[in-house]
Nanobody, 122 residues
Framework: VQLQASGGGLVQAGDSLTLSCVAS????????LGWFRQAPGKDREFVAV????????LYADSVKGRFTISRDSAKDTSYLQMTSLKPEDTAVYYC????????????????WGPGTQVTVSS
């Protein structure tokens, strides 16, 4: 399984940004897709996850109401729409995939892609 995240960049507080994660591999269509982030000097933290069928989602409290995760199964792609961005959202964002139903912990994800940097200036 391979994943590639893209869409990061430098934005101002209050702006919006959408990240994409293209996944490939025979198990992706039956796997949950998740997003994590890691700020400098901090542990990697859960952001959002969507089930294999795109029906159920789960968000970290810190992004609930501002971020939306979705997936396009035909393209094996997950999207993370981020609105009302804050400086504290600055981090490297990673996408990952797991065979678990709605995993929230990084150890539940065996497959990770390289991250994409999101920087929010105040």
């Amino acid at each position: 399984v391979q994943l590639q995240a893209s869409g990061g960049g430098l934005v101002q507080a209050g702006d919006s940004l959408t990240l994409s994660c293209v996944a490939s591999g025979r198990t992706v269509s039956s796997s949950a897709l998740g997003w994590f982030r890691q700020a400098p000097g901090k542990d990697r933290e859960f952001v959002a996850v969507i089930t294999y069928n795109g029906i159920t989602t789960l968000y970290a409290d810190s992004v609930k109401g501002r971020f939306t995760i979705s997936r396009d199964s035909a393209k094996d792609t997950s999207y993370l729409q981020m609105t009302s961005l804050k400086p504290e959202d600055t981090a490297v964002y990673y996408c990952a995939t797991s065979s678990a139903w709605l995993p929230r912990r990084s150890y539940e994800y065996p497959y990770w892609g390289p991250g994409t940097q999101v920087t929010v200036s105040s």
